[in-house]
């Protein structure tokens, strides 16, 4: 129901909205048992004319039961969403598929810089493409990032594949994801990282394959076009 409000675009996307859901479920259900049990017994209870208050110490196995069954259900419950909790996070945060494609994303105030490989699919050569607020990957493809900052705490937010992941400075942090669903979609700095934070938004745009090998030659220049090819293949540029 989540994606009905915001797309979920990642392939690990869907299983944090239903972890989102099993915690509003069994949260819920409690929230709601514990307050009807809560008036019921405010109405049953209530103070009457001639009626004398009776005194509970809770001793009684009855009484008791009252606190130890719930206590228990809930701490099943618990162990449930911390199982669910662990699954995910073991699947987004601890576990990293073969990459397709690495970006560097660069935080500063108050814009994003994004490194995008360039024909020879490597960082930190010649033909690297760089980008100010906006991100550019085919859709389908595995994508690891490099997250770096230059000045202060910042942190990268995409809310459609629900990812968020703080950038330290000194540090590259490193993290992956997988599209399902081609469009332009919003990032965000969701760590208040200075007066300018309000205006530090990006784009990511997901692209078909042919849209996106047509984008790439368009950042190509031309001569790294004609030579790259020949380079690849070991013959004379």
Do not use: N
Request: proline residues 5%; aromatic residues 12%; glycine residues 6%.
């Amino acid at each position: 129901m989540i994606s009905k409000y915001v797309d979920s675009v990642a392939t690990f996307s869907g299983d944090i909205d239903h972890l989102i859901w099993v915690i509003t479920a069994i949260v819920g259900f409690w929230f709601l048992l514990a307050e009807a049990v809560f008036f019921y017994l405010i109405i049953r209870y209530a103070a009457r004319d001639g009626v004398r208050a009776q005194y509970v110490a809770g001793e009684d196995p009855k009484e008791k039961r009252w606190v130890a069954v719930p206590h228990y259900l809930t701490l099943a419950f618990d162990v449930w969403i911390i199982f669910s909790a662990i699954s995910v996070w073991q699947e987004v945060k601890q576990t990293m598929p073969q990459a397709d494609e690495t970006v560097r994303v660069i935080a500063q105030q108050w814009a994003w810089t994004f490194i995008h490989p360039g024909a020879d699919g490597q960082l930190d050569t010649a033909d690297d493409i760089r980008l100010v607020d906006e991100l550019h990957v085919e859709k389908g493809k595995t994508i690891h990032f490099e997250l770096q900052s230059r000045d202060v705490l910042h942190s990268f937010s995409v809310p459609v594949f629900r990812l968020k992941q703080d950038v330290i400075p000194g540090r590259t942090i490193r993290g992956w994801f997988k599209t399902t669903q081609a469009g332009a979609y919003d990032i965000q700095c969701t760590e208040i990282c200075g007066i300018g934070h309000a205006i530090m938004p990006a784009r990511i745009i997901i692209e078909s394959p042919e849209d996106h090998a047509a984008w790439l030659l368009s950042q190509t220049p031309a001569t790294a076009a004609l030579t790259t090819p020949t380079t690849q293949t070991g013959g004379m540029p």
